[in-house]
């Protein structure tokens, strides 16, 4: 069954930017399709990016169109997420996941906070 580990999230302001990364023991994920997900207190999570197995092809919710940057290293069998001009809404627990079809479990996640 495959482990996913989420990191590099933190406490930042407005505007600054963070790395998240996320990798995986039990399965390579270098054939499919990933994607970043949020999930911020009280809400459903969301999607957020997907990028396709080698990397070619990446989607963006329209809310971080444009801030955000979804990466792939197959090599390390790791994806990442380059959050830029990040604003108070972008808080939230961010997970990835493959898309659209989940695996059967998700990581802890890894906290953004994002303040004014």
């Known amino acids: 069954q495959v482990q996913l580990v989420e990191a590099g999230g933190g406490l930042v302001q407005a505007g600054g930017s963070l790395r998240l990364s996320c990798g995986a023991s039990?399965?390579?994920?270098?054939?499919?399709?990933m994607g970043w997900f949020r999930q911020a207190p009280g809400k459903d999570r969301e999607f957020v990016a997907r990028?396709?197995?080698?990397?070619?092809?990446?989607y963006y919710a329209d809310s971080v169109k444009g801030r955000f940057t979804i990466s792939r290293d197959n090599a390390k069998n790791t994806v990442y997420l380059q959050m830029n001009s990040l604003k108070p809404e972008d808080t939230a627990v961010y997970y990835c996941?493959?898309?659209?079809?989940?695996?059967?479990?998700w990581g802890q996640g890894t906290q953004v906070t994002v303040s004014s």
């Open positions: 996941n493959r898309h659209p079809t989940t695996f059967g479990s």
């Open positions: 990028i396709s197995g080698n990397g070619g092809s990446t």
């Open positions: 039990g399965r390579t994920f270098s054939g499919y399709t």
